[in-house]
């Protein structure tokens, strides 16, 4: 006797595809760290994200940051970005990200790991190189980001990075060929060392809305408290992501 096998309708693998082609895209990348993902074959992404920082002595200061990326293929973009406060540029870098890793393991599940290097720049300092590896896996409705950085323009303090994240998908519950957007939560663990090991750990949480070409976000940061210095113990971030 004959087995049958249940084949899923032309129609549903071609909206999976879809939802696939659009969570791969930008999904699962929290705020403060990036994830191993990639826009489209000559396709742009931009994302803005302004943070309003408040300071151990009441004080604040905001600042945009702005970020892009262009697919030059399916593997390669290339990833310019800039940061403003009241007076102007204050840290500007462009990358190169190519894809090393890629195992899909379902109509959205999915391992990406990529390699990316380029320079940067922070206002008082030199020019200097900027090198890591990030990668992004997702299973069903968790998706797990990390990320090891090397940063040669950076502050002694901020040299060397290593973040971690993890984003739970809300809504729904599972994607469907009509879906229009999700609902994400967002846990980030920020961490940064100087040549000599002394570390910084911080952390963020938030929440992101995730539709097919743009997306919104809200995030809270909380900064390692540092003895004896001025320093950033919260941070409120608000952004925007569009894909053209």
Not at 73 to 96: H, I, S
Not at 115 to 136: C, Y
Not at 168 to 186: E, F, I, N, S
């Amino acid at each position: 006797m004959m087995r049958r096998t249940m084949a899923l309708p032309r129609p549903l693998w071609v909206g999976l595809a879809l939802c696939l082609a659009w969570t791969t895209t930008w999904a699962q990348e929290p705020t403060f760290m990036e994830a191993g993902t990639h826009p489209g074959s000559r396709q742009w992404y931009g994302r803005a994200t302004w943070r309003s920082a408040t300071i151990t002595d009441g004080t604040s200061d905001d600042e945009l940051e702005v970020k892009a990326a262009y697919g030059f293929t399916a593997r390669l973009a290339l990833l310019p970005q800039v940061t403003f406060d009241r007076d102007g540029a204050t840290e500007a870098g462009l990358r190169l990200r190519q894809r090393i890793w890629q195992r899909d393991t379902g109509p959205i599940d999915t391992w990406r790991a990529s390699l990316q290097g380029g320079g940067e720049w922070f206002d008082g300092r030199s020019p200097g190189g900027r090198a890591g590896l990030v990668s992004t896996t997702i299973r069903g409705r968790h998706g797990i980001n990390a990320q090891v950085e090397w940063r040669g323009g950076a502050p002694a303090a901020r040299r060397f990075e290593a973040n971690l994240s993890h984003l739970y998908r809300l809504y729904p519950q599972r994607y469907r060929p009509t879906t229009a957007g999700a609902w994400y939560t967002m846990v980030e663990a920020l961490n940064y060392f100087d040549r000599d090991g002394n570390r910084q750990s911080d952390a963020a949480v938030g929440l992101l809305y995730e539709a097919r070409r743009w997306a919104a976000e809200a995030s809270f940061y909380l900064q390692e408290p540092e003895e004896g210095l001025r320093s950033n113990q919260s941070r409120l971030a608000i952004g925007g992501r569009y894909l053209f």
